[in-house]
């Protein structure tokens, strides 16, 4: 077992639902939780592969339907800064993901220690997931911003389509963010703004938390 899922595997008490999302961290501790069970847990996922892996991990899954709070969420990222601002951007399921964020109590990234930085890496898109219908003027809207965009050739679980959106730095992101979100047809964004609290990363043998106040 490695120090980020030891980390994460000691906050996990008896009787506490549990969400895994995706990464290889989040299959990491999803090992490590087959290896040292806790009694009474629920786990559920916003991650299809995270399911198919706790159900080959014979782990105790059950289905969530939005109506139900979240003990504790463990997830991935690809940036987070140090106001725990998020980009959770290649998976494309971020809809899903933030849904379960959203109901948790708490909301823990487990990351690699080069991925938390001062800024959001602008190597990483603002993805939007919009109606098909909406596309052609998110594009526009998001192009009058100054920002690149591309379309992603498959579809998200819901059918819609996904927005990827370049910018040199994301110093604007919230902002940019917060007027995308307003157009009609637009779903979910990847960026997270309020959702985080608390990260563990690993760098070598040395694992950290850092509590969001």
Known sequence: MNTVS????????????ISLGGGSNVA????????NMVAGIKIVSPSEATRTLCHKLQLP????DGTSSI??????????????HALKSMGGIHFFEKSYADCSRQYILLTKAERVQPKLNPDF????EAADLAVANVVKQAEKLGLRTSIRSNKTKLGNSLLDLFADSWDQIADWNKELLQLNGVVSSSY????VTGIITENGEIAKEVNHD
Not at 192 to 195: H, N, V
Request: net charge negative.
């Open 6 to 17: 030891r980390l994460a595997l000691a906050k996990i008490k008896p009787g506490m639902t």
């Open 28 to 35: 990491n501790l999803a090992q490590a939780l087959a290896e």
């Open 61 to 64: 899954f059950v289905d969530w």
């Open 71 to 84: 003990d504790l969420a463990f997830d991935g990222c690809d940036s987070v800064d140090l106001a725990f």
């Open 125 to 128: 898109p603002l993805v939007l």
């Open 192 to 195: 997270f703004d309020q959702q």
